[in-house]
């Protein structure tokens, strides 16, 4: 005996739910409640770390104003150490260069962050754990810098190729996990944290290669060639160069990616419940998610990949999931939207 669901028609079906109330703010109050714990634990380990306020600590019950005293002075010098070395030095200040000089090394350290953190945040979003965003930067960045030191160009097309092959390197090393996850189903924290010492290691044996170390200094590679470095944005005395727009311009494009797109529609859903998703795409279509990633060609995922800007580690997860009958109950209670939402996010 067999029983059918019957589901009214998507027309007819549930009404469109507004939108929470407070769902912006409740987003920023997070942001800013996580800025404020992580300065709250860190100025907790400087504290701690400190010979004396240890020291004071061992008899603080008999006097504490000596811990509380020394705790904030040390809280404090460490915080004018990290203002003057990472924004504004008012002590060295008679140049531009020193004025803007720790302002523009933080930004210059930022940007592979910026970069690396995109492919940890756009994975996480589709429930997927990138661990490897060290391994990723490492293949990308030695691709880079093997374009610009061994290939002759003219100065724009030589940068945009380097530019382009840490792309497509970093995007591969991600790829690598994403394919054996689809596979083999191997989990993506263990093969991203096993890649990312592959590519360590893999990165110190091909800086021992002759055709990348100096032949004057052993110790060093080869310098990159001017036509493949990033221009500088102030001038050459100031570190802040073409990166940070890179990345700020990478950051924008995976916000429109995961908000406005519908790849990141279909990303967000599978990140929402890929439990409950699976099971209603498995008694809808008759096969598993895994079966219609492995579908995907490797020449598809690679360039959808190289189209995020920097490294994915999960892009075979973007396959779709289409609103059928009897399958609307499950994603309404799965996304909270009405089949007619869904729809038009996936046209």
Not at 139 to 165: D, N, W
Request: glycine share 10%; charged share 15%.
């Amino acid at each position: 005996m067999t029983t059918e669901l019957s589901v009214a028609p998507a027309a007819a079906g549930l009404p469109e739910e507004p939108r929470p109330a407070g769902r912006h703010n409740r987003s920023w109050i997070v942001t800013v409640l996580a800025i404020l714990l992580a300065l709250v634990l860190g100025n907790l380990m400087v504290v701690f770390s400190d010979e004396q306020v240890r020291t004071d600590l061992g008899y603080f019950f008999s006097s504490p104003g000596d811990a509380i005293s020394d705790g904030w002075f040390t809280f404090r010098d460490a915080f004018i150490a990290l203002f003057q070395g990472a924004i504004f030095d008012p002590t060295h200040a008679s140049t531009l260069s020193q004025v803007f000089g720790p302002i523009s090394n933080s930004i210059y350290t930022a940007t592979p962050l910026i970069a690396a953190g995109l492919s940890v945040a756009l994975a996480f979003r589709a429930g997927l754990f990138n661990i490897g965003g060290n391994g990723q930067v490492i293949a990308g960045a030695f691709a880079s810098g093997y374009v610009g030191l061994i290939v002759h160009l003219p100065p724009v097309i030589h940068l945009v190729l380097a530019i382009a092959a840490g792309v497509a390197a970093g995007a591969f090393w991600g790829f690598i996990a994403g394919f054996l996850k689809a596979r083999a189903g191997a989990h993506e924290v263990i093969t991203t944290i096993m890649l990312n010492y592959v590519a360590s290691f893999g990165l110190l044996y091909l800086l021992a290669r002759k055709s990348i170390v100096a032949p004057a200094n052993p110790q060093a590679s080869k310098p990159i060639h001017g036509t493949a470095r990033l221009p500088h944005l102030f001038g050459a005395s100031e570190r802040i160069d073409l990166g940070i727009l890179l990345a700020l311009g990478a950051a924008v494009f995976v916000w429109w990616l995961l908000g406005k797109s519908t790849i990141g529609f279909r990303l967000r859903a599978v990140g929402v419940n890929p439990a409950t998703l699976a099971r209603g795409y498995r008694r809808h279509f008759g096969c598993t998610v895994g079966d219609r990633i492995r579908a995907l060609r490797v020449k598809h995922a690679a360039r959808e990949l190289a189209e995020t800007i920097e490294p994915l580690s999960e892009i075979a997860l973007r396959a779709g999931f289409y609103d059928q009958s009897h399958f609307t109950n499950v994603f309404h209670r799965t996304l909270g939207v009405t089949p007619s939402a869904y729809r038009a996010g996936l046209q």
